[in-house]
């Protein structure tokens, strides 16, 4: 094992699903440190402008038929960097250890012994669903959630039959391309086709747009909307609180107009009195 300077050391940090004010403290305060950021794909630009003119920036983002880096790669580079005696950042979207292969990072720096520091982030799954005033669990629709990424190198290995139990979430993953694959499958594990579902689309992110429907129009709402990557599928009856969410919020507008109209008129009428 080589040694590296006492000075080195790697922060892995989680930078939460986009929103710059979702950074936890200890992140802000290690990024503003590094001398190197080494970055992937789902770091929005709101935090990569955070990042300090001095460091060096290095990406190595990852996405669907256009990677930049492998893993490897990526590895590699960690180990260059820390041969330097930097303080490196490597930064994820989400936190690092749900579906980030934050923890591949770790063991691997750790075996080449490099001081590696981990700081967690707010993963998708529960801040794209909050933005998007979904509750994870709710009394009398949730127990419980499940999160899975529909992602694999060959066919998917997913226990539908467990997803399909009642009272409970799923949120799916990088599932945007298996759609009809997930809607099929949990419609034949037993899973009603008339269950909530919603399509999140760059959560936490000033263009974010969420797709509600049912488990029979996923696919479909899919393709309607034109729905890209980066995107969540939630699953489950919590979706039904942000369509009531939503109708409380058209009844309050619906009201406000209602009000102005009814104030405006009067005061037209009350003008009119005292022209007459």
């Known amino acids: 094992m080589k040694g590296f300077s006492q000075q080195a050391k790697v922060s892995l940090i989680g930078a939460g699903p986009g929103d710059p004010e979702l950074l936890t403290i200890k992140a802000m305060n290690a990024i503003q440190s590094a001398d190197t950021i080494i970055f992937d794909n789902l770091v929005s630009e709101a935090i990569c402008a955070l990042f300090p003119r001095t460091s060096k920036q290095i990406y190595v983002g990852k996405k669907k038929g256009c990677h930049s880096s492998t893993q490897d790669e990526i590895n590699q580079v960690l180990l260059e960097c820390a041969d330097a005696g930097e303080h490196i950042c490597r930064v994820k979207g989400g936190d690092s250890f749900v579906f980030g292969r934050?923890?591949?990072?770790?063991?691997?720096?750790?075996q080449h012994g490099v001081n590696v520091e981990v700081i967690p982030g707010i993963t998708a799954a529960s801040g794209c669903t909050t933005y998007a005033q979904i509750p994870l669990t709710h009394r009398g629709l949730a127990q419980g959630c499940t999160f899975i990424t529909a992602h694999a190198e060959r066919d998917l290995d997913i226990q539908w039959r467990a997803l399909a139990q009642l009272?409970?979430?799923v949120v799916?993953?990088?599932?945007?391309?298996?759609?009809n694959l997930i809607s099929n499958s949990l419609i034949d594990a037993g899973l009603s086709q008339d269950t909530p579902i919603a399509l999140i689309e760059n959560g936490c992110c000033p263009d974010q747009r969420t797709i509600i429907g049912t488990l029979s129009e996923l696919d479909a709402l899919?393709?309607?909307?034109?729905?890209q990557s980066p995107a969540l599928i939630v699953i489950g009856q919590v979706v039904t609180v942000a369509e009531k969410m939503q109708w409380l919020a058209q009844r309050s507008l619906d009201s406000d107009l209602m009000s102005s109209s009814t104030h405006g008129f009067a005061k037209q009428s009350h003008k009119l009195k005292l022209t007459a």
């Open 102 to 110: 934050g923890g591949e990072e770790m063991l691997w720096l750790s």
């Open 167 to 169: 009272n409970q979430t």
């Open 172 to 179: 799916i993953y990088m599932g945007l391309s298996k759609t």
């Open 222 to 227: 899919k393709h309607q909307h034109h729905i």
